[in-house]
């Protein structure tokens, strides 16, 4: 039975502690779409299985069952056809502890790392925390999408100190959605040049043409040498809980990655995140994701139908999956970064500075903005921006 879901619903955020609705430091009647989550309650079964946690009065050490990768494998083959073992999948405190963890078991100090730029900037901390070289390939953006530079990715893989590169699919902030065609494509340039793969499938669930295609699944060498990193913290709105799985074919590759947990003592689970974990991902929820991915894509259209018509000077870069857009303000005239943002902040909707996605801190007009919202919210702040642009 498919239940139905109060999306329209508006919640006080301020009530909890959220970063992105942070009562301290948000301007009293902002709407801050800075932030890449939904903004939606989260499924019934969930909060009944962390009521059941809670309920009982004492939060001792637990043990573990097999429910969590279970979980996590079932989800993997019923929503994205990946026919994923169990056996490939550990518990990490979220996506970048997971490329964090896999950054160390496969590359050295003084290693070079690839990523796509834009690119959401704990990619690029991660990376240099870890003593490791960033290295960017931009991708090629316009209002009809993103799109790889294959020649400059060639380029990048192909230099000998070059030994991972961190895929991000769906793509934060463009919302680009890799085609098998350009996995295959990624994969050949993996194994041609013995580059190893670490993708980022948090904003799977959100794919609006065709359907997300697992990296793993597109060759055989692919399999064995990826590591993927999931999270229902997209989907459900369960981020608060720090709770993802990273999933390691190679029994090689996966040991040296559980070497870096365990030195760690990462394998340390809460006992409500796993139970909120398993909830989302062991079926309960199927007809929520479902629900929520339709109501966002008709929150997409109805956005960029808004751009198109009314706000036509700032160009949003057509997503094909994610909540999170990517938008070219270049057309309102500002002659930096700073004076663009400084405008939009006084507009009443917070988003996120183009400046933060570039390693070089050039934001070049740019602005991610996420659409995640209840219908009559994001209304109220597409209304706020053009009110604005207008007046310039």
Not at 68 to 76: H, K
Not at 88 to 114: C, H, N, S, Y
Not at 262 to 280: P, W
Not at 296 to 301: D, G, M
């Given at each position: 039975m498919?239940?139905?879901?109060d999306f329209?619903q508006?919640?006080?955020?301020?009530?909890?502690?959220?970063?992105?609705?942070?009562?301290r430091t948000?301007?009293?009647?902002a709407i801050?779409?800075?932030g890449?989550?939904?903004?939606?309650?989260c499924?019934e079964?969930v909060?009944s299985?962390?009521?059941?946690?809670a309920?009982?009065?004492i939060y001792?050490?637990p043990?573990?069952t097999?429910?969590?990768?279970n979980?996590?494998?079932?989800?993997?083959?019923r929503?994205?056809?990946?026919?994923c073992?169990?056996?490939w999948?550990?518990?990490?405190?979220?996506i970048?502890?997971?490329?964090?963890f896999?950054l160390?078991?496969v590359?050295?100090?003084g290693d070079?790392?690839?990523?796509?730029?834009?690119a959401?900037?704990?990619?690029r901390?991660?990376?240099?925390?870890?003593?490791?070289?960033?290295?960017?390939?931009?991708l090629?953006?316009?209002?009809?999408g993103?799109?790889?530079d294959?020649?400059?990715?060639?380029?990048?893989?192909s230099?000998?100190?070059?030994k991972a590169?961190?895929?991000?699919d769906?793509?934060?902030p463009?919302?680009?959605?890799?085609t098998?065609?350009?996995?295959?494509?990624?994969a050949?340039?993996s194994?041609?040049y013995?580059?190893?793969v670490?993708v980022?499938e948090?904003?799977?669930?959100f794919v609006f043409?065709?359907?997300?295609?697992?990296y793993?699944?597109?060759?055989?060498?692919?399999?064995?040498n990826s590591?993927?990193?999931?999270?229902?913290?997209?989907?459900?709105?369960?981020a608060g809980?720090r709770?993802g799985?990273?999933?390691?074919?190679?029994?090689?590759?996966?040991a040296?990655?559980?070497k870096?947990?365990?030195?760690?003592?990462?394998i340390?689970?809460?006992?409500t995140?796993v139970a909120?974990?398993?909830?989302?991902?062991?079926?309960?929820?199927?007809?929520y994701?479902?629900?929520?991915?339709r109501y966002?894509?008709?929150?997409l259209?109805?956005?960029?139908q808004f751009?198109?018509?009314r706000?036509?000077r700032?160009?949003?870069?057509?997503p094909?999956?994610?909540?999170?857009c990517?938008?070219d303000?270049?057309?309102?005239?500002?002659?930096?970064?700073?004076?663009l943002?400084?405008f939009?902040?006084?507009?009443g909707?917070?988003?996120?500075?183009?400046?933060d996605?570039?390693?070089?801190?050039?934001?070049?007009?740019?602005?991610?903005?996420?659409?995640?919202?209840?219908?009559?919210?994001?209304?109220?702040?597409l209304?706020?921006?053009?009110?604005?642009?207008?007046?310039?």
């Amino acid at each position: 039975m498919e239940h139905t879901f109060d999306f329209d619903q508006i919640l006080d955020r301020t009530r909890e502690r959220s970063k992105t609705w942070d009562f301290r430091t948000l301007k009293p009647g902002a709407i801050p779409m800075n932030g890449a989550e939904t903004h939606f309650a989260c499924p019934e079964p969930v909060r009944s299985a962390i009521h059941a946690v809670a309920d009982w009065p004492i939060y001792g050490y637990p043990y573990f069952t097999e429910d969590f990768v279970n979980a996590a494998a079932g989800y993997q083959k019923r929503r994205h056809g990946w026919d994923c073992n169990p056996a490939w999948i550990e518990f990490v405190g979220g996506i970048v502890p997971g490329i964090a963890f896999a950054l160390q078991a496969v590359t050295q100090v003084g290693d070079q790392v690839l990523i796509n730029a834009p690119a959401y900037s704990p990619f690029r901390s991660t990376i240099e925390s870890n003593d490791r070289v960033l290295v960017e390939s931009m991708l090629k953006v316009s209002a009809q999408g993103a799109a790889f530079d294959w020649e400059d990715m060639e380029r990048k893989f192909s230099d000998p100190v070059t030994k991972a590169f961190i895929l991000c699919d769906p793509h934060n902030p463009t919302g680009k959605c890799c085609t098998r065609e350009e996995l295959a494509r990624i994969a050949e340039l993996s194994q041609k040049y013995g580059v190893f793969v670490i993708v980022d499938e948090v904003h799977a669930d959100f794919v609006f043409r065709g359907r997300h295609i697992p990296y793993p699944t597109v060759t055989g060498y692919a399999e064995q040498n990826s590591a993927v990193v999931v999270n229902p913290s997209k989907t459900f709105n369960v981020a608060g809980f720090r709770t993802g799985a990273i999933i390691i074919p190679n029994d090689r590759i996966h040991a040296a990655v559980n070497k870096r947990i365990l030195a760690v003592k990462g394998i340390s689970r809460t006992i409500t995140g796993v139970a909120a974990f398993e909830a989302c991902y062991d079926g309960r929820c199927d007809d929520y994701a479902d629900a929520a991915a339709r109501y966002v894509e008709e929150n997409l259209l109805y956005t960029e139908q808004f751009f198109a018509s009314r706000i036509p000077r700032i160009k949003m870069v057509r997503p094909e999956g994610c909540f999170v857009c990517w938008l070219d303000c270049s057309g309102l005239g500002f002659s930096s970064q700073k004076e663009l943002m400084a405008f939009l902040d006084a507009t009443g909707v917070m988003l996120s500075d183009g400046s933060d996605y570039f390693a070089d801190g050039d934001g070049r007009g740019y602005v991610r903005m996420a659409y995640a919202f209840p219908r009559r919210q994001l209304s109220e702040a597409l209304e706020r921006l053009e009110q604005a642009v207008n007046a310039l």
